[in-house]
């Protein structure tokens, strides 16, 4: 399938999804999902993910698998790994075959007359979600050591070695490339513990894209577009730190980004791709999780 129709196939529900998120036609909050309870503990129960390899998703597929997720388990398959797992040659309810997901994968590939060189080719897979596929072992428990998200958030900022270092007070979040630091107000000043320690992730993914960092174009080069697409970016890569890390955003912060996105979505369709795989490295840096 040539790339131009895969962009199509999975960029038409997710562009839908925005819709009617910005038209009010649905409550559900457009970075990440609503809080839900599986019995588990583990620190990134929100982080849709392989149902075998148990491999969190990643960029585009993120967001398709978490933002429009409308079932409660986070586990996905292909259709083979049904197979394995079942043992049943045609594992798919008749009426969740036209239902899966569209996700993509981008795979390496030696060029033919340079085979040294390497070139992305996109292919497209369709997953289906553990709660359409009938009798599938029980998901097990992660073990994991309790933890101050609230720490954590700090830890990552500091793990940037910023030069400039934290600064705290003010009425005023920001990152400044100049000075190589963040600021934001005193925790005591946010209304919710929750805002604050996105917040602090949103400063964080900025921070990683400093020039000595991932050198992102907003800090090679100032435009409208840039500053939209980099706050987008950070936007992005905070909701991925507050899933990992098991903090619900309840409410939607940022409309004016959604709508910069959707923009940027109609007169690019690879720009939500970029912005995804940005916020992804963002993601990557700042927690120090692969």
């Known amino acids: 399938m040539r790339s131009d129709k895969i962009l199509d196939a999975v960029l038409t529900p997710l562009s839908e999804g925005l819709d009617a998120i910005l038209n009010g036609e649905t409550e559900c909050p457009p970075w990440v999902k609503a809080w839900k309870d599986d019995g588990t503990q583990c620190p990134i129960r929100m982080m849709s993910r392989n149902g075998v390899s148990k491999r969190p998703y990643s960029g585009i597929n993120w967001l398709i698998l978490t933002l429009l997720n409308k079932y409660d388990s986070l586990d996905w398959f292909t259709a083979n790994q049904l197979k394995k797992i079942t043992g049943i040659e045609k594992p798919i309810p008749y009426e969740e075959m036209t239902k899966g997901t569209g996700i993509v994968f981008f795979k390496?590939?030696?060029?033919?007359d340079k085979p040294k060189e390497m070139f992305p080719v996109m292919k497209a897979y369709t997953v289906w979600n553990r709660d359409q596929i009938p009798d599938l072992p029980n998901v097990e428990p992660f073990a994991v050591a309790d933890f101050d998200a609230a720490t954590e958030v700090e830890r990552y900022l500091e793990g940037l070695n910023l030069k400039g270092g934290i600064h705290r007070g003010g009425d005023r979040a920001f990152f400044s490339p100049a000075e190589d630091a963040v600021a934001f107000p005193y925790d005591e000043a946010f209304t919710c513990e929750h805002e604050r320690e996105s917040t602090k992730a949103h400063e964080g993914i900025h921070a990683t894209g400093a020039k000595h960092r991932l050198n992102r174009k907003a800090f090679r080069e100032y435009s409208a577009e840039n500053y939209a697409y980099e706050e987008l970016v950070?936007?992005?890569?905070?909701?991925?730190?507050?899933?990992?890390?098991?903090i619900p955003l309840e409410k939607l912060q940022h409309t004016q980004y959604i709508r910069s996105w959707m923009k940027s979505l109609k007169d690019d369709k690879k720009f939500l791709f970029k912005a995804a795989a940005d916020a992804s490295k963002g993601f990557q840096l700042l927690t120090g999780v692969e």
């Open 108 to 112: 390496m590939t030696p060029k033919r």
């Open 234 to 246: 950070a936007e992005l890569g905070a909701a991925m730190t507050c899933s990992h890390l098991g």
